[in-house]
């Protein structure tokens, strides 16, 4: 399995909607972070899908490391 590519090393905060279904890449090579262009289909990696659940702003990961995807759990501080 191939890995995920560091986009940056800080989430990108995101005014979403409720109801709204994002897809969130999952590899890192996006050029639209923190989602999904297509840039995946050269890697086994798909893109998450992610409905939320009330408009807010939320915390986009996109080191790709973390335990919550989509959203930000602070593992970009570890690296």
Not at 2 to 17: D, F, G, N, R, Y
Not at 55 to 63: D, G, S
């Amino acid at each position: 399995m191939a890995e995920p590519v560091i986009a940056q090393k800080s989430p990108l905060p995101v005014e979403v909607e409720a109801g709204k279904t994002y897809f969130w890449c999952a590899c890192g090579r996006s050029a639209s972070q923190p989602f999904c262009d297509g840039s995946h289909n050269e890697t086994d990696i798909v893109p998450l899908k992610w409905t939320a659940q009330e408009t807010k702003r939320v915390f986009f990961c996109c080191c790709k490391q973390t335990a919550n995807q989509p959203l930000c759990d602070g593992a970009h501080n570890a690296l």
